[in-house]
T-cell receptor, first 117, second 112 residues
Framework: GAVVSQHPSRVICKSGTSVKIECRSL??????MFWYRQFPKKSLMLMAT?????????EQGVEKDKFLINHASLTLSTLTVTSAHPEDSSFYIC?????????????FGPGTRLLVL | KQEVTQIPAALSVPEGENLVLNCSFT??????LQWFRQDPGKGLTSLLL?????REQTSGRLNASLDKSSGRSTLYIAASQPGDSATYLC???????????FGKGTSLLVTP
């Protein structure tokens, strides 16, 4: 089956620093990748939709200058949390869909746990 | 705006019991519905996907039903085991190529 990886799996950083999270589709090409955020005991909330070669579409309330998304290739999307603050601490999960196919499902990465001190 | 609700929020049952998890959604114009499992601190594992034209899907001890017109889905787990302990998430997709709308999940604990 399709595999999506995320790196790093866990990161701890100081307030004010920037953190980059990678999402890779290992054995398929993904024209679209989604970034979700999950707070403790809460559901997954969509942050943005990332399309290869174009600008990401952000959900209402998500600051595009703070959460920079780059989808430079069909197998890689990155999320950069700029000037991270403690309230950005969360579980970030990406998902990817098959390119060129009417997608019936999305394949999720294992998630990245971010802790900002 | 699609709202997905899962009931109960938490459930504890003894091993061997059959159980039902409920999911409801406000907009019946969905493309498909999925049930996921999430272990603590981990990502998502897809359990079952039901297309909008389907009524149910089965996989092993799991059976998911869909009543699109009433905006409801249930996940039935037969003969529960301690290894079934996890959070179960329901998500709907309004169309192919769109992101999923998730419920808050049901936290299941199956005690030996």
């Amino acid at each position: 089956g399709a595999v999506v990886s995320q790196h790093p799996s866990r990161v701890i950083c100081k307030s004010g620093t920037s953190v980059k999270i990678e999402c890779r589709s290992l054995d398929f090409q993904a024209t679209t990748m989604f970034w979700y955020r999950q707070f403790p005991k809460k559901s997954l909330m969509l942050m943005a939709t990332s399309n290869e070669g174009s600008k990401a579409t952000y959900e209402q309330g998500v600051e595009k200058d703070k959460f920079l998304i780059n989808h430079a290739s069909l197998t890689l999307s990155t999320l950069t949390v700029t000037s991270a603050h403690p309230e950005d601490s969360s579980f970030y999960i990406c998902s990817a869909g098959l390119a060129g196919v009417v997608r019936e499902t999305q394949y999720f990465g294992p998630g990245t746990r971010l802790l900002v001190l | 705006k699609q709202e997905v609700t899962q009931i109960p929020a938490a459930l504890s049952v003894p091993e061997g019991e059959n159980l039902v998890l409920n999911c409801s959604f406000t907009d019946s114009a969905i493309y498909n519905l999925q049930w996921f499992r999430q272990d603590p601190g981990k990502g998502l594992t897809s359990l079952l996907l039901i297309q909008s034209s389907q009524r149910e899907q089965t996989s092993g001890r799991l059976n998911a039903s869909l009543d699109k017109s009433s905006g409801r889905s249930t996940l039935y787990i037969a003969a529960s085991q301690p290894g079934d302990s996890a959070t179960y998430l329901c998500a709907v997709n309004r169309n192919s190529g769109y992101a999923l709308n998730f419920g808050k999940g049901t936290s299941l604990l199956v005690t030996p």
